[in-house]
């Protein structure tokens, strides 16, 4: 393939990818670092490091830079604006590119994970959530299995009562049990506070602008304005002092080092002729074709190299392809070693003058993303679950409460009065036992 075709491999990838030369000058942006950059891509070449990203974040990355030089990658998480305002969080890999042997840059990748981070934090958050209304949970059958035990006791005394007890005292107390029992149910099932929303939110990856940023945000080449190096703003006009390359340049004397580049992506790259034969594919697909003993791929057919399942699967997008329409598919398959992995796949049409001379396919694995989706997913469940247990819980707490309170009323109005002493004892005995039926359900 031409530089052009390589060029046009990496311009389809939704990945941000650039590379840099020995002097930290930029030699190559693909479509995606460009556009979040708020630069064209032919505008990006030649101009320095400190110009795109500004000093003090230079300064920041430099020395991965440099050890990136020496032959030795680094990966890490970073929050950068994008040039929408929006906060987004990247994987950003640092890694050395080599062309015979020797090192003559670094590309740096990066790969938004802001989804898979906020399906995290909302996990967590889920989690808290339950967590409380578990321990709340907790709280009330301990509450209730103790207070079943005085009411039981309460009812014994209530249809038995001690020979030589006064009965209006017997009954004032008895009165005065049960409004202890409402105050142990009430006071006893209280969890304690809940830490505030906003408190929670500050865990969680925002995709919009917040007055106060993370302290692991920076001023990131997605955001930073254009200086000098010194820091200074550059105007307009000596921001385009760079000389600015055609379109047709960005490719040209290149080929080794965007096949390098290519080589180093964390993602699965190939390319594929009209014929379905494959004419190229990066270290991370020959990574993968390794892992099913497939070492000799390149210039074969697709059907020579996959399995007939695979190819049953896959044909109708092979061939949708093949008609000049991009397809977007999620895969699900088992490695050899019975892992499970989801990969998020990209083919893409090669045009030349208007035709399709083949395809370009991606494939990037999204198994944390997947699992992350699926851990939200269960979290939620989980806590709409406790959530409706918990409503059918406070409904049947809230009537042993009404029960409680109006036996202890009946037991003093029985006390003061006298009157129909008999009818209002019995009356109390079934509030207490409907009371009683209650928290043995609450239990």
Known sequence: MDGASLVAVLDSLPELVAFWDRDERCLFANAAAAAALGRSAEGLR???????????????????????????????????????GALRHYRTICVPVRVDAGVIGVAVVLVDITEELNAQAEVARD???????????????????????????ALDQLQAPSPGDDPEAHLHRLAEELRSCTRRLREGTRAPPPASEDGMASTTVSTTVSTTAPST??????????????????SASSAQAYPRPGAGDRAAGLEAEVFALLDQLPVVVTVWDRTRSLRY???????????????RATG??????????????????????????????????????????HFQVRY??????????????????????????????????AYAALQERQAIEDRLHASVLQELFAAAMLLDAAARSGDDLQARVEESKRYLQTALDGLSQLS
């Open 300 to 341: 074969r057919r697709l059907e020579q190299i996959v399995s007939e399942d695979f190819l049953l699967v896959h044909e109708a997008y092979a061939a949708g392809v093949l008609r000049g329409r991009t397809q977007s598919f999620h895969r699900c398959q088992k490695s050899p070693d019975g892992q499970e992995h």
């Open 46 to 84: 030649g101009v320095p490091l400190v110009d795109v990203l500004g000093t003090h974040t230079a300064r920041l990355v430099r020395s991965r830079f440099l050890n990136a030089l020496e032959g030795v990658g680094s990966e890490r998480e970073r929050a950068m604006f994008d040039g929408e």
């Open 217 to 234: 945000v920076s001023t990131s080449p997605l955001s930073v304005d254009r200086q000098d190096s010194d820091g200074r703003l550059l």
């Open 281 to 295: 594919a990066n270290r991370a697909a020959k990574a993968v074709l390794a892992k099913w003993g497939i070492t």
């Open 348 to 381: 893409v049409p090669r045009i030349d003058d208007g035709e399709v001379i083949g395809a370009f396919a991606y494939a990037c694995d999204i198994t944390d993303a997947m699992k992350a989706g699926e851990e939200l997913i269960a979290a939620r469940s």
């Open 127 to 153: 989690s808290l959530r339950a967590a409380r209304l578990t321990e709340r949970h907790r709280l009330m059958v301990a509450a209730g299995s103790e207070v079943m035990c005085r009411l039981r006791r």
